[in-house]
């Protein structure tokens, strides 16, 4: 049984080549932060190993229940903040991590019957770590699979992604979701429906604030400190630079939810400035919003949208995180009556 869920148009290309074992030897899983692409990787693994199901993981033999243990010793995980001796400062894949990953697939698999390979973040591998990856992808060993996991696709080395079928996964409609979170999760409607709109159809997010309650605190300590920064004086916005560059060193995925949320307040302000206030990312945030958007332009606003997409680009060229975060705060505009 596939648990992933709203990704049904993919499930049908799958099924068909997964029955006759035909799958292909590289995919890219391309979509939004936690719109479900580790769980769907997570699903073919599975599918691929599965004792029992055809074409689908049973989802409780032997393989399929390792593999969601995160046991099973033929599925390597690569991601950026990973590996190397945990050294905390990686925001790339590095050449040697993806060698050592390609020495291990020319093997036979252990335990089951198809090694897997995730790139968790396939934006974030080295230029020479790509290139060696090309290589096996030209000429794949048997047993072997692929799962390339991007939120940025136009980041990916082209001749990669030329080498993979591309599977775009799709925030869900509205209905779904909160049926989702009412029926499986306990949500009230209300809250449910709250969590639709902060996680904008991603699911795994509006889960994860459901089990962990300081997901939701940690979204109003961020956009309290959004607010702040805004007001402040450059010691301040450079202060906040390098705690942000620190947190891309530690925790990109976290940096890069950051930066996100840094985009929805600023098109946020974009609409307040535009009379569309009905469309609010962060409704509960109008007041502060409003009283901000007052004291800008809208030329301002726009250029400074820019300017994050310009960074939230950067980032993923593994541009220095701390040189990044500088340049966009000495780009944040200066409210008007600010000295
Ligand atoms: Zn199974």
Redesign the pocket.
């Known amino acids: 049984m596939w648990t992933i869920f709203g990704q049904d148009h993919l499930l049908k290309r799958l099924e068909p080549s997964l029955k006759q074992r035909r799958q292909s030897h590289a995919y890219l899983l391309s979509g939004p932060s936690h719109v479900g692409k580790m769980a769907l990787a997570t699903n073919m693994c599975?599918a691929v190993n599965?004792?029992?199901?055809f074409g689908e993981?049973?989802?409780?033999?032997t393989?399929?229940t390792r593999i969601a243990q995160g046991h099973h010793s033929d599925i390597r995980i690569l991601a950026p903040g990973q590996g190397e001796e945990g050294r905390s400062a990686k925001t790339m894949i590095g050449i040697n991590e993806i060698k050592e990953a390609l020495r291990r697939v020319h093997l036979n698999p252990y335990e089951g019957s198809t090694s897997v390979v995730i790139i968790d973040g396939a934006e974030s591998m080295s230029d020479d770590g790509a290139n060696a990856l090309l290589k096996t992808l030209e000429e794949p060993p048997p047993q072997v699979m692929f799962l390339l996991l991007t939120a940025n696709e136009d980041a990916v080395l082209p001749t990669v992604r030329s080498r993979c079928q591309t599977m775009i996964l799709v925030p869900l409609p509205k209905d779904k979701m909160i049926e989702r979170l009412v029926t499986d999760h306990q949500a009230t409607p209300e809250l449910a429906e709250q969590l639709f709109r902060l996680s904008r159809g991603c699911l795994g997010w509006a889960i994860g604030a459901l089990e962990n309650s300081q997901v939701l605190e940690q979204r109003q300590a961020d956009l309290e400190k959004i607010k702040e920064t805004l007001d402040a004086g450059l010691e301040t916005r450079f202060t906040y630079a390098n705690e942000v560059a620190s947190l891309f060193g530690t925790d990109r995925d976290a940096a890069k939810d950051l930066l996100a949320l840094w985009l929805r307040w600023w098109r946020d302000l974009l609409l307040i400035k535009e009379g569309a206030e009905e469309f609010l990312h962060n409704s509960d945030h109008a007041d502060s919003l409003r009283n901000q958007a007052s004291g800008l332009s809208t030329a301002e606003i726009v250029q400074f949208i820019n300017r994050l997409m310009q960074t939230l680009s950067n980032l993923d060229s593994n541009v220095s995180p701390r040189l990044a975060m500088e340049v966009l705060m000495l780009n944040l505009p200066i409210e008007a009556g600010q000295v």
Do not use: A, E, R
Request: charged residues 10%.
């Open positions: 599975q599965c004792l029992d199901g993981p049973c989802g409780s033999c393989q399929c």
